[in-house]
């Protein structure tokens, strides 16, 4: 079976600092990942998928097969970014499983 | 936003009645999801749905059933609300369900407490 998980469930930088939020799965397939972000009063929305290699507001993730990760980066964190982050995971089914989730709070 | 809608957006209940949950799409988007939001859970998919009248379970859904009548519509009925039921719903929908990485789309969700 899957597994997503994201160790921290809390995770605080100041803004201008890098910030790693981590993403760890199992899975025995070929695996598509995705972050999702939800922002204040905001609804969950699409940040990054590892499919189309972009770079969204700054933020970038890498597939690592070998360490089966798929940690979300950023070289200078802003306090527009402070929100819950989700790693989730694709399988063959197309069915989504989430981590717990991580809040990241920016201080100025 | 993607058009998608749920109502309604908050919900007080007692343990044991029935609850219906309703998510709205204009966008004709084939696939629609149902997932509960926990502290410590993430996201985790109640139901999903394929095509009109064509609905499967997902890894939590004792305790829920769903219909969907209309391509637009996809109702999450809980028969006997229970505590553990309290939790906000998302509802979800996307154009197709595959290897492709295909996006998501979150409506705002409904806040339900079973007291």
């Known amino acids: 079976a899957q597994r997503v998980t994201q160790p921290e469930k809390l995770l605080s930088v100041f803004k201008g600092a890098p910030v790693e939020l981590k993403c760890n799965y199992s899975?025995?397939?070929?695996?598509?990942l995705f972050w999702y972000v939800q922002y204040s009063r905001q609804r969950l929305q699409l940040l990054l998928r590892?499919?189309s290699r972009e770079s969204i507001k700054g933020f970038t993730a890498d597939l690592n097969k070998g360490e089966t990760s798929f940690h979300l980066k950023k070289p200078f964190a802003q306090e527009e970014d402070s929100a819950m982050y989700y790693c989730?995971?694709?399988?063959?089914?197309?069915?989504?499983?989430f981590g717990q989730g991580t809040i990241l709070t920016v201080h100025p | 936003d993607a058009g998608i809608t749920q109502s309604p957006r908050h919900k007080v209940t007692e343990t044991g009645t029935p609850v219906t949950l309703r998510c709205h799409q204009t966008?004709?988007?084939?696939?629609m999801y149902w997932y509960r939001q926990d502290p410590g859970h993430g996201l985790r998919l109640i139901h999903y749905?394929?095509?009109?009248?064509?609905?499967d379970k997902g890894e939590v859904s004792d305790g829920y059933s769903v219909s969907r009548s209309k391509t637009e519509d996809f109702l999450l009925t809980l028969e006997s609300a229970t505590s553990s039921q309290t939790s906000v719903y998302f509802c979800?929908?996307?154009?197709?369900?595959?290897?492709?990485?295909?996006?998501?789309?979150f409506g705002p969700g409904t806040r339900l407490t079973v007291l």
């Open positions: 979800a929908i996307s154009e197709s369900m595959g290897l492709a990485g295909d996006t998501q789309y």
């Open positions: 899975y025995s397939g070929s695996p598509e």
């Open positions: 590892h499919i």
């Open positions: 989730a995971l694709s399988t063959s089914y197309g069915k989504l499983t």
């Open positions: 966008e004709n988007h084939r696939y």
């Open positions: 749905s394929y095509g009109v009248k064509d609905t």
